[in-house]
């Protein structure tokens, strides 16, 4: 018993120690002012952090990287959802259609994919080549997966398509179905598939370099530039990094919080409607 108990211990432990090192060095690396031999930075500052965020160009990558992620986010949500509760009410033969659709991302390098849309859109859509519109539809095709996972769960967990023939028995109708009786009872699973599609777009590289290059800089590529220029400065880049952390970090607290709230709620609503 006790064996068992600190053989748990040492695994656990390990796990956290892998996990967690590599996060601590790039911590202590955007402090540090020098790191030579010990094991421990030689001294600290924050010089590097002021620099990172008077430099408009960092700022501005930042808010691009926010500003793509956050509406990627949202055309998800707001194509996966309505697909998936068709799919679980009215049409259950698509369902291989999505999954096949959903195993392309993981199943093909994004660099492939990059170049598939390159060629795609210069026979279809030639105008939309270099632009943002185009980078953000292919984001939005990769990071659907982690989404439809989600929510197809999030559905099946709840019943959904009982819950959705008591709200047609009750006269609603398909948008106020999928407002008030979908959207409550999965929210959990948007949530969480909201966080993954989140930071797969805020952290995709290849096919930001790809589509769109220097025309609409993201913070991975301004993170490219620091770390391939005549003058490299790493420390800057190790504060990026912990920028990305932080960022991914309370978005992954935001889905946890909506989680627990949102759980609670679905549960009560299930409970109440098997009283009835």
């Known amino acids: 018993m006790v064996l068992g108990r600190m ?6 432990g390990g796990i956290a120690v892998y996990l967690l090192l590599p996060i601590l060095a790039v911590v202590l690396y955007a402090f540090a002012t020098r790191w030579t031999a010990n094991v421990l930075p030689d001294g600290y500052t924050l010089q590097h952090w002021f620099t990172a965020f ?10 691009r990287t926010l500003g793509l992620a956050l509406l990627v986010t949202l055309i998800d949500i707001l194509i996966v959802v309505p697909a998936v509760y068709w799919r679980w009410t009215r ?4 369902r291989s259609h999505i999954e096949l659709t959903a195993a392309i991302p993981f199943s093909m390098p994004y660099i492939v994919i990059a170049f598939g ?6 026979e279809v859509v030639p105008m939309l080549q270099g632009t943002v519109w185009l980078l953000t539809l292919a984001h939005v095709a990769v990071a659907f997966p982690f989404l439809y996972w989600a929510v197809d769960g999030a559905m099946a967990a709840a019943n959904i398509r009982l819950l959705n023939e008591a709200a047609q028995t009750c006269g609603a109708k398909p948008l106020e179905t999928l ?3 979908v959207f409550p009872n999965v929210a959990p699973g948007i949530a ?14 290849a096919i930001v370099q790809i589509l769109v290059g220097s025309r609409y800089e993201t913070l991975s590529l301004y993170s490219l530039d620091l770390l391939t220029g005549t003058n490299a400065d790493f420390n800057q880049l190790a504060v990026i990094t912990c920028i990305t952390f932080v960022v ?6 935001a889905s946890v919080y909506w989680n627990q709230g949102r759980g609670q709620a679905g549960s009560l609503f299930q409970a109440k409607q098997g009283g009835r």
């Not at 053989?7 to 656990?12: I, M």
């Not at 849309?117 to 210069?122: A, E, K, T």
């Open 179 to 181: 407002r008030q009786v």
């Open 117 to 122: 849309i390159l060629s795609l859109s210069g």
């Open 7 to 12: 053989a748990r211990w040492l695994l656990f």
């Open 54 to 63: 008077a430099d408009p160009r960092m700022i501005s990558a930042l808010l």
């Open 248 to 253: 991914v970090f309370l978005v992954s607290l």
């Open 91 to 94: 049409n259950s033969s698509i």
């Open 192 to 205: 969480t598939g909201a966080m993954l599609v989140f930071a797969v777009s805020f952290n995709e590289f």
